[in-house]
């Protein structure tokens, strides 16, 4: 396989360990370093040619898949902080959802 472009894991969100720390909270979610993973265009990739930086990626499918999942992610983070009982405060969450958005931005 010679495949020279930057993907974005499937999973872009876990990658941020601000964001890891908070789903692992919040889901019980663990974060693991593979040594392959599924990139957001559906190919099976080193985990070595994936990266989370809006800069880095070159695959443009992943670059859209990336922008999506960061704009589904605020939203959730939002809707989280409005159930009761959540243990997302409105602020985190607020602070979480723009970030993303930002980043969202940043893929597109
Ligand atoms: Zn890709």
Redesign the pocket.
Same mark, same amino acid.
């Given at each position: 396989m010679d495949d020279p472009?930057i993907?974005?894991e499937a999973k872009v969100i876990h990658r941020d360990a601000a964001v890891r720390d908070l789903m692992a909270s919040t889901f019980g979610l663990a974060g693991d370093l593979p040594s392959q993973v599924t =990139?957001?265009?559906g190919?099976r990739v080193p985990y070595a040619m994936t990266s989370p930086s809006p800069g880095s990626v070159t695959?443009l =499918?992943?670059r859209e898949h990336a922008r999506r999942e960061h704009l589904r992610f605020a939203e959730q983070v939002e809707r989280l902080s409005r159930m009761p009982g959540s243990v997302v405060g409105f602020d985190q969450a607020k602070l979480a959802a723009d970030k993303h958005r930002d980043l969202a931005e940043r893929f597109s």
């Open positions: 472009h993907h974005v =990139a957001g265009c190919l695959c =499918a992943c």
